[in-house]
């Protein structure tokens, strides 16, 4: 009976939830419930899957990401403070880095739900051109 009552509030209860983690190291993460169990992803994980991301947009460049906590209803948001390059965009650059990210989280973590990204860009350099190699 106890067992029944417990799998009706987990089966009532949202699939992705925001806790805090007072005992990692980490700080704050993702609890996600899944067939096999409970998945708990840090944020420090996101973030890297996010800078992963981001490392094949060509108008990006060094850029600083940070994960933060939102609500229940959107558990979290990206922060990307950024270095664009010359000539490109900053619509579209921006545009082409949040469809990068949610794409990574979306298959790495099968994330059911967008994740804000807001980007800040500091600075605008020359595009770095890569150098022909002689043989």
């Not at 708990?40 to 060509?58: G, P």
């Not at 082409?96 to 990210?101: L, P, Q, S, T």
Request: glycine share 4%; proline share 3%; charged share 30%.
């Amino acid at each position: 009976m106890l067992r029944d009552l417990i799998g009706k509030i987990l089966n009532k209860t949202k699939k992705v939830v925001t806790l805090s983690a007072a005992r990692t190291t980490g700080g704050e993460f993702l609890l996600k419930k899944t067939d096999y169990g409970l998945i708990r992803v840090e944020f420090a994980a996101v973030q890297r899957i996010a800078e992963r991301a981001l490392a094949d947009i060509k108008e990006i460049h060094d850029t600083t990401v940070a994960v933060e906590k939102l609500n229940e209803i959107n558990p979290l948001k990206i922060r990307l403070t950024t270095t664009l390059a010359e000539g490109f965009s900053a619509p579209r650059a921006s545009q082409a880095a949040d469809k990068a990210i949610n794409t990574a989280l979306k298959e790495l973590l099968a994330l059911e739900f967008y994740v804000p990204v807001e980007v800040k860009v500091k600075q605008i350099v020359k595009p770095v051109t890569q150098k022909r190699r002689v043989r």
